[in-house]
């Protein structure tokens, strides 16, 4: 699959088989966020792969109560390392490059998956101070995000773009200046 296909398959998945992924598999996906560019080639990151069915659990509550978390046989924690981020984003000296940089890293793996025949679900909605503690997370460190990934409890949930759920380009796209 390429990338294009792959962006157009990828899909928020709610629903997950048991089923674990093959190790080969496994780390092939995840290999893609360390991959990913940062700024500065700054690299400040760690990802928690979750795989213990009891901690996998336990994070449901401090997710909002996304039950489909639990599903996964992985869930990926991405954590921004905040004293090696690089700063200046916008020509602003203490914006922290971290989000973006954690979202590419992610949005590889959410794209490496689909290839794979993996689904994943960005989560966001979360209380970082409880996954903290949960996790042993220093306070130092920033939970970016957290996405399942597994295969999907059935075919259709990773399928082709709905095209009319999507703004047209004129809507999105601005030639020279902002219109």
Same mark, same amino acid.
């Given at each position: 699959m390429d990338v294009?296909?792959?962006?157009n398959k990828r899909r928020s998945v709610r629903s997950y088989k048991a089923d674990p992924i093959p190790e080969p598999v496994l780390s092939k996906v995840l290999d893609v966020?360390? +991959?990913a560019p940062s700024a500065a080639n700054r690299q400040p990151w760690k990802f928690l792969i979750l795989k213990d069915q009891a901690i996998r659990e336990s994070l449901? !509550? +401090?997710c909002g109560g996304q039950k489909f978390l639990k599903q996964a046989p992985v869930i990926v924690v991405a954590c921004g390392l905040k004293d090696q981020a690089w700063k200046g984003v916008g020509g602003h000296p203490e914006a922290s490059a971290i989000d973006i940089d954690l979202s590419i890293a992610i949005d590889h793996l959410t794209l490496a998956a689909v290839a794979e025949g993996l689904g994943t679900c960005w989560i966001c909605a979360f209380k970082e101070t409880c996954l903290k503690n949960l996790l042993k997370i220093p306070d130092t460190v920033k939970i970016v995000a957290l996405t399942p990934l597994g295969y999907p409890a059935s075919k259709d949930l990773i399928h082709p773009l709905n095209e009319d759920a999507?703004? !047209? /380009? /004129?809507?999105?796209?601005?030639?020279?200046s902002y219109s």
């Amino acid at each position: 699959m390429d990338v294009f296909e792959a962006i157009n398959k990828r899909r928020s998945v709610r629903s997950y088989k048991a089923d674990p992924i093959p190790e080969p598999v496994l780390s092939k996906v995840l290999d893609v966020m360390r +991959q990913a560019p940062s700024a500065a080639n700054r690299q400040p990151w760690k990802f928690l792969i979750l795989k213990d069915q009891a901690i996998r659990e336990s994070l449901v !509550t +401090q997710c909002g109560g996304q039950k489909f978390l639990k599903q996964a046989p992985v869930i990926v924690v991405a954590c921004g390392l905040k004293d090696q981020a690089w700063k200046g984003v916008g020509g602003h000296p203490e914006a922290s490059a971290i989000d973006i940089d954690l979202s590419i890293a992610i949005d590889h793996l959410t794209l490496a998956a689909v290839a794979e025949g993996l689904g994943t679900c960005w989560i966001c909605a979360f209380k970082e101070t409880c996954l903290k503690n949960l996790l042993k997370i220093p306070d130092t460190v920033k939970i970016v995000a957290l996405t399942p990934l597994g295969y999907p409890a059935s075919k259709d949930l990773i399928h082709p773009l709905n095209e009319d759920a999507r703004k !047209t /380009s /004129s809507e999105l796209f601005c030639e020279d200046s902002y219109s």
